[in-house]
């Protein structure tokens, strides 16, 4: 889907305005007719170099660069200026870029945002601006909008409380959303709900750019969320709302408070929840076992272990197990121990995986306890996975599933190198951040990084394509089924058990379709469904090509 230089929304711009105009500029690709068309003459230097040159000549300023927080802004000063060639450059490489626009060099980004603030992208709807809400997002130029990511800035990856500073989470997300699965950016729009920060240190730097006291909570702040929620339904009725970092005590509530109303989904709780699901599909085939045989222990409580424990145990009842009998197949345990129904500290949405037995406080004691074929670590404190845990799941299974999501990378709860080591080679390991390749005793592993982009984009592109009114698990489960059908025998031989981060507009595609043909299956879908749902699905996508 391409937006030619000939169908502006709004006047034309000319001239010194078009270079300035990042939907339409070109820079130095401008043909000769076009400069003289639209009055660049003499504002550009004679030569016209294609597209092609442009993206490399990008390539080799931010190859020389040592710094992975430079080459964000870098690439976020490219984004404000061109944004077909910084999809372009974002597209031809995805696997190096990817952990430069999102995560983990997003986290440092966040912390750092009033400091490095450039320009302004995206909207901010402070909570002092309840009443007018409807008013500030109509000043957003696009009037369909079809995705928006809004962060209220609490839950920053595992960074904790970043406020305002957290609009760097749906910057990125949506930039995914496009260099990955192709849906076009001018459907997308970023959002920060900015109700405070608890963080003082935020608060006390005369650079930060948000409001200056303390989080708002309770009923005002539901209020907020709900006339934000009924703007976006009054002026975008087709867009889809995904909720991004919120803390668990508000994701969850709001979940499930507009889940069946609108079509929206946390991808936290939900995409976080796909992608684990993909790796144990995948995991499977290595280990030779079945899903209803599994028993998860995971370290963490929050939101992203129940979303994640939620859509194991609705997978293992497609497999005719009782729903309940699997919900106990999974365990949670946090800073307190187990997760067992005596204890008073725990939350509604954590009591389905509450167990029925005495405390056990420490982690491994724990393993030892229940036996479980995996651990998965959603905590986001670093190195909790420590020698002992890895042999303790190493005696017990041939082949541990060892699976550190917390992200950044500084707070997994540990590296691949050592699950890999502890475990003798044994581990199936996946990882929320990135990790290079690990050689033990003459053995080469290809880490696997279980990172939601291979989820949340194509559930995009599927929501799109099929205007979909509601987004359901059960399209995760699909979304799971179709990531891990794509990892071939020679990434398993290796140990990688997701696809290449080099192919990811191909595996995303793949998604989307298999999503959208469950969109259609379910009477989701606001138009009729095609012949070839496939070729609806590509006709949709993005191209960074410039056009006349």
Same mark, same amino acid.
């Given at each position: 889907?391409?937006?030619?230089?000939?169908?502006?929304?709004?006047?034309?711009?000319?001239?010194?305005?078009?270079?300035?105009? /990042?939907?339409?500029?070109?820079?130095?690709?401008?043909?000769?007719?076009?400069?003289?068309?639209?009055?660049?003459?003499?504002?550009?230097?004679?030569?016209?170099?294609?597209?092609?040159?442009?993206?490399?000549?990008?390539?080799?300023?931010?190859?020389?660069?040592?710094?992975?927080?430079?080459?964000?802004?870098?690439?976020?000063?490219?984004?404000?200026?061109?944004?077909?060639?910084?999809?372009?450059?974002?597209?031809?490489? /995805?696997?190096?870029?990817?952990?430069?626009?999102?995560?983990?060099?997003?986290?440092?980004?966040?912390?750092?945002?009033?400091?490095?603030?450039?320009?302004?992208?995206?909207?901010?709807?402070?909570?002092?601006?309840?009443?007018?809400?409807?008013?500030?997002?109509?000043?957003?130029?696009?009037?369909?909008?079809?995705?928006?990511?809004?962060?209220?800035?609490?839950?920053?990856?595992?960074?904790?409380?970043?406020?305002?500073?957290?609009?760097?989470?749906?910057?990125?997300?949506?930039?995914?959303?496009?260099?990955?699965?192709?849906?076009?950016?001018?459907?997308?729009? /970023?959002?920060?709900?900015?109700?405070?920060?608890?963080?003082?240190?935020?608060?006390?730097?005369?650079?930060?750019?948000?409001?200056?006291?303390?989080?708002?909570?309770?009923?005002?702040?539901?209020?907020?969320?709900?006339?934000?929620?009924?703007?976006?339904?009054?002026?975008?009725?087709?867009?889809?709302?995904?909720?991004?970092?919120?803390?668990?005590?508000?994701?969850?509530?709001?979940?499930?408070?507009?889940?069946?109303?609108?079509?929206?989904?946390?991808?936290?709780?939900?995409?976080?929840?796909?992608?684990?699901?993909?790796?144990?599909?995948?995991?499977?085939?290595?280990?030779?076992?079945?899903?209803?045989?599994?028993?998860?222990?995971?370290?963490?409580?929050?939101?992203? %272990?129940?979303?994640?424990?939620?859509?194991?145990? $609705?997978?293992?009842?497609?497999?005719?197990?009782? $729903?309940?009998?699997?919900?106990?197949?999974?365990? $949670?345990?946090?800073?307190?121990?187990?997760?067992?129904?005596?204890?008073?500290?725990?939350?509604?949405?954590?009591?389905?995986?509450?167990?029925?037995?005495?405390?056990?406080?420490?982690?491994?004691?724990?393993?030892?306890?229940?036996?479980?074929?995996?651990?998965?670590?959603?905590?986001?404190?670093?190195?909790?996975?420590? #020698?002992?845990?890895?042999?303790?799941?190493?005696?017990?299974?041939?082949?541990?599933?060892?699976?550190?999501?917390?992200?950044?990378?500084?707070?997994?709860?540990?590296?691949?190198?050592?699950?890999?080591?502890?475990?003798?080679?044994?581990?199936?390991?996946?990882?929320?951040?990135?990790?290079?390749?690990?050689?033990?005793?003459?053995?080469?592993?290809?880490?696997?990084?279980?990172?939601?982009?291979?989820?949340?984009?194509?559930?995009?592109?599927?929501?799109?394509?099929?205007?979909?009114?509601?987004?359901?698990?059960?399209?995760?489960?699909?979304?799971?089924? %179709?990531?891990?059908?794509?990892?071939?025998?020679?990434?398993?031989?290796?140990?990688?058990?997701?696809?290449?981060?080099?192919?990811?507009?191909?595996?995303?595609?793949?998604?989307?379709?298999?999503?959208?043909?469950?969109?259609?299956? #379910?009477?989701?879908?606001?138009?009729?469904?095609?012949?070839?749902?496939?070729?609806?699905?590509?006709?949709?996508?993005?191209?960074?090509?410039?056009?006349?």
């Amino acid at each position: 889907m391409l937006r030619k230089l000939s169908e502006p929304t709004t006047e034309h711009p000319t001239g010194y305005d078009l270079l300035r105009n /990042p939907r339409f500029n070109k820079g130095t690709a401008f043909t000769e007719a076009e400069r003289r068309t639209w009055r660049l003459e003499g504002l550009l230097p004679p030569a016209m170099l294609p597209i092609e040159l442009q993206v490399a000549r990008r390539h080799d300023e931010i190859a020389r660069l040592d710094d992975d927080l430079q080459k964000y802004l870098v690439l976020s000063d490219l984004q404000a200026r061109n944004e077909t060639l910084y999809y372009a450059v974002l597209m031809s490489d /995805p696997a190096t870029y990817m952990p430069i626009v999102y995560t983990p060099t997003v986290g440092e980004a966040c912390q750092k945002f009033g400091h490095i603030f450039r320009e302004p992208r995206g909207i901010y709807l402070p909570i002092s601006a309840r009443g007018r809400l409807k008013e500030r997002l109509g000043n957003w130029p696009e009037k369909d909008v079809r995705f928006i990511v809004v962060t209220d800035g609490e839950r920053i990856l595992g960074l904790g409380d970043l406020g305002a500073g957290g609009m760097g989470i749906p910057l990125g997300k949506l930039a995914l959303y496009t260099a990955c699965a192709g849906v076009p950016p001018q459907y997308c729009l /970023p959002i920060v709900l900015d109700v405070g920060t608890n963080n003082q240190a935020l608060l006390d730097d005369n650079l930060y750019l948000g409001l200056r006291h303390e989080r708002v909570r309770g009923a005002d702040y539901l209020a907020f969320v709900d006339e934000f929620v009924e703007a976006v339904q009054q002026l975008y009725p087709k867009c889809c709302i995904q909720w991004e970092d919120f803390a668990n005590f508000n994701a969850v509530p709001i979940l499930a408070r507009y889940r069946e109303e609108i079509c929206t989904y946390n991808d936290d709780v939900q995409g976080t929840a796909g992608i684990a699901l993909a790796g144990i599909f995948a995991a499977l085939r290595l280990t030779k076992q079945k899903l209803a045989d599994q028993r998860f222990l995971f370290l963490g409580a929050g939101s992203a %272990a129940t979303g994640i424990a939620e859509l194991i145990s $609705l997978a293992m009842a497609r497999e005719g197990i009782d $729903l309940a009998a699997a919900r106990s197949r999974n365990a $949670l345990f946090d800073i307190n121990g187990l997760v067992v129904t005596s204890r008073t500290d725990i939350a509604d949405f954590q009591k389905p995986f509450a167990k029925d037995l005495t405390p056990v406080s420490t982690f491994v004691e724990t393993i030892r306890a229940l036996r479980p074929t995996g651990i998965i670590g959603v905590s986001t404190v670093p190195k909790l996975f420590s #020698q002992e845990v890895i042999k303790a799941m190493s005696e017990i299974n041939e082949r541990p599933i060892i699976f550190p999501y917390s992200n950044p990378t500084s707070r997994s709860e540990c590296t691949a190198e050592e699950a890999y080591r502890w475990s003798d080679g044994r581990a199936v390991f996946a990882s929320g951040s990135p990790f290079p390749p690990v050689e033990i005793a003459g053995r080469r592993f290809v880490p696997g990084q279980g990172n939601n982009v291979y989820i949340f984009p194509a559930m995009g592109m599927a929501v799109f394509a099929t205007e979909a009114t509601h987004v359901t698990e059960e399209m995760f489960i699909v979304a799971a089924e %179709a990531v891990a059908e794509q990892v071939t025998e020679e990434n398993l031989a290796v140990g990688l058990i997701y696809p290449p981060q080099s192919s990811i507009l191909d595996v995303s595609l793949h998604v989307a379709e298999r999503i959208a043909n469950y969109i259609f299956d #379910q009477g989701l879908a606001r138009v009729s469904r095609p012949a070839d749902v496939g070729s609806l699905i590509r006709s949709c996508v993005y191209r960074p090509v410039y056009t006349g």
